[in-house]
T-cell receptor
């Protein structure tokens, strides 16, 4: 079945540690996104990528980094510079490049990151 | 500034008690308004896309409608399994390409 796989489902970060969240899709989609979700708030965009080896910052990119070495994969690293990382992280994708799309996003099942 | 506002924040219904959720939006050149359902600890699940004022979409007990300024998600005779958070989103304008989400409405349907 086609879809987006996020792992792990739960992740714990220690002080000063970098952690990486995995996102893999087999939908052959061009564009991929990372959103952060906090209780009572809308989803906020961290980074997005329209093509391999290219990505753009979203609204809250500070303390995060990404890579897009393969079309199928868009991992997110939460660095030690992100002082409030506890949140639910969602990866999403869509088939067209974002500048022209009017299509929906497909979402993964999410990763809950907590600080120890 | 592009914006999506959902109301109410939370809604409690008795099973069978119909109601509506509201999504107000401000964006230049609507490229689609999307409704998603999200269960706790899971990713959003797509429900509907609406593209132009007057458009309506239905799925089981849910019906989504669109005007030039807002969208409604009507829930007819809800069941406990309809309990979830419902999210509304629009594509942003002005070259900043992101799907802008409202904060959602938490719906609880009690037997």
């Amino acid at each position: 079945d086609g879809g987006i796989t996020q792992s792990p489902k739960y992740l714990f970060r220690k002080e000063g540690q970098n952690v990486t969240l995995s996102c893999e899709q087999n939908l052959n989609h061009d564009a991929m996104y990372w959103y952060r979700q906090d209780p009572g708030q809308g989803l906020r965009l961290i980074y997005y990528s329209q093509i391999v080896n290219d990505f753009q910052k979203g609204d809250i990119a500070e303390g995060y980094s990404v890579s897009r070495e393969k079309k199928e994969s868009f991992p997110l690293t939460v660095t030690s510079a992100q002082k409030n990382p506890t949140a639910f992280y969602l990866c999403a994708s869509t088939s067209r490049r974002v500048s022209t799309t009017n299509e929906k996003l497909f979402f993964g099942s999410g990763t809950q990151l907590s600080v120890l | 500034e592009d914006q999506v506002t959902q109301s109410p924040e939370a809604l409690r219904l008795q099973e069978g008690e119909s109601s509506s959720l509201n999504c107000s939006y401000t964006v230049s050149g609507l490229r689609g308004l999307f409704w998603y359902r999200q269960d706790p600890g899971k990713g959003p699940e797509f429900l509907f896309t609406l593209y132009s004022a007057g458009e309506e979409k239905e799925k089981e007990r849910l019906k989504a409608t669109l005007t030039k300024k807002e969208s409604f998600l009507h829930i007819t005779a809800p069941k406990p399994e309809d309990s979830a958070t419902y999210l509304c989103a629009v594509w942003g304008s002005g070259g900043y390409n992101k799907l802008i989400f409202g904060a959602g409405t938490r719906l609880a349907v009690h037997p």
